[in-house]
């Protein structure tokens, strides 16, 4: 099963909107809470991420009997370090960002905690693309 | 600790999730940073926070969290009240600061995530 969704960069009403359909969509499937929980706060750290630090992005999902494959690909800056984005703490958020509750540093890692793959990929100037994968 | 408790000592009133007040909370964590809510991996937990946006109840939704008491007088808009009514939650509202709901949970015998 495939699902496709668009994100605004810089809208923050909208930030969750994909992760909350897709938990709804594994909910129905009658996947175990507990890896619902995992997939949709990791996929939600990368909407969230779109949102605050990049200009627009979408979401591939693609569900098949064992698992769970998501790329999040968007348009913008890119990561210049991956592995320093990496680290827990380290933030470029904007002021506004920090006002809506984000911009700890906090959810690359916690993507790394919450998927069973992760990779990234990104080009400055350019965009990123974030691919994870989470076994049922 | 009883929902009904809990706005009894932070003097709360329920916003949305009425039917919940005599349910049972174990833990409680304070913060106004979504970023450390995310990383949390405990069931059955109250939020105690100050920030009051949609984005507190999103978060909520993805982490499973299903009892938010907002504080400093922050009040619950429109939209938040749909998107919690929508996910079966329960939001309150207490006047008192951070810190003091915080304490008074705490003294009152609400656990702590760690
Ligand atoms: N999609 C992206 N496009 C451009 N830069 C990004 C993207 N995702 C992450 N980054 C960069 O990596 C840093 C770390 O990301 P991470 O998600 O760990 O923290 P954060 O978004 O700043 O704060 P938090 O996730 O705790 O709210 C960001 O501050 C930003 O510099
Ligand atoms: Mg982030």
């Known amino acids: ?136 | 600790m009883q929902v009904s408790k809990i706005c009894e000592l932070l003097a709360a009133t329920i916003i949305c999730g009425e039917e919940h007040a005599s349910a049972k909370i174990e833990r409680g964590f304070s913060s106004d940073l979504m970023s450390d809510v995310l990383t949390l991996d405990t069931d059955n937990l109250l939020l105690i926070t100050g920030l009051c946006n949609l984005q507190t109840i999103r978060t909520s939704e993805m982490a499973d969290i299903r009892y938010i008491v907002f504080v400093r007088n922050k009040k619950v808009t429109a939209e938040m009240l749909a998107l919690a009514n929508e996910n079966n939650m329960c939001l309150l509202e207490s006047p008192y600061t951070l810190f003091k709901a915080s304490g008074l949970l705490y003294q009152a015998g609400l656990n702590p995530v760690y």
């Open chain 1, 1 to 136: 099963m495939n699902l496709e969704f668009e994100i605004a960069g810089g809208d923050f009403t909208k930030a969750g909107y994909a992760s909350s359909q897709v938990k709804k969509m594994l909910k129905q499937l009658g996947v175990e809470a507990h890896c619902i929980k995992n997939i949709v706060i990791a996929l939600y750290e990368a909407e969230v991420n779109v949102v605050a630090h990049a200009y627009e992005g979408q979401i591939l999902v693609h569900i098949e009997s064992d698992k769970i494959t998501t790329k999040i690909i968007d348009k913008g800056p890119g990561i210049p370090d991956i592995e320093q984005a990496m680290q827990e703490g380290y933030s470029t958020a904007s002021k506004k960002v920090r006002e809506m509750g984000f911009g700890a540093g906090m959810g690359l890692p916690n993507i790394k905690k919450n998927t069973d793959k992760l990779q990234i990929q990104s080009k400055v100037d350019e965009g990123t693309t974030v691919e994870m994968v989470n076994y049922f």
